[in-house]
């Protein structure tokens, strides 16, 4: 997440969650839903976008990488580099289908993105 | 987090948000509230645990490094080596009265619980 433009170094996950999502061009995309984060390290690894299915899709989530995220102040929400295009072929699932995070899908998450998995 | 009894490598923020605590005694201390996430590397920093004040304290939030949390299955909670000594001098705050959660703050609550401050 890009911090430039905050305060505090630290945020809590009550003030992530609902938090709302755009595109380049400002088109609201969603808000988040949930993060996904790795037990072990302790690491934010997705924010799970829930698309409020604007474009005649069904209501789905998607999983994108703490990294993606850019917060702007003056529109209150996140903006992420990612038109419309991109959207409709990006990874997603249903909200009662949530897929293992396992290693690999970790990587074609991040790969589809191209967001090095670490 | 100690994953050993964990098939996912992932947990979302919903399961962990109102998970309970006990400690090591057994005695229920609190549940997760939220989570403080330091912005830059999108790690979760602590858990912080609501305190439902059944030792005639008042409600109160305590951050709890994400390493203490421990998952027991048979409890479906988190085990926390704290025992009630060491609750009563932990660093705690109220919830109307957040602190930043600057290096320094960061530096004495991981210092209470002997766990290196990243």
Redesign the interface.
């Known amino acids: 997440?890009n911090?430039a433009t905050?305060t505090?170094?630290?945020?809590?996950?009550?003030r992530?969650?609902g938090t709302k999502v755009y595109n380049e061009a400002g088109e609201k995309l969603g808000s988040i839903e949930?993060?996904?984060?790795?037990?072990?390290?302790?690491?934010?690894?997705y924010a799970?976008m829930e698309f409020g299915g604007f474009l005649g899709m069904g209501t789905d989530r998607y999983p994108l990488p703490?990294?993606m995220l850019n917060y702007d102040v003056d529109k209150e929400g996140y903006v992420v580099p990612l038109d419309k295009d991109r959207l409709q072929g990006a990874p997603r699932f249903a909200q009662d289908a949530?897929p293992?995070?396992?290693?690999d899908y970790?990587r074609s998450v991040n790969g589809y993105y191209g967001v090095p998995f670490i």
């Open positions: 997440m911090t905050l505090s170094d630290v945020i809590s996950s009550d992530v969650e949930e993060l996904m984060i790795d037990k072990r390290s302790g690491r934010v690894r799970v703490w990294d949530r293992d995070f396992t290693t970790g």
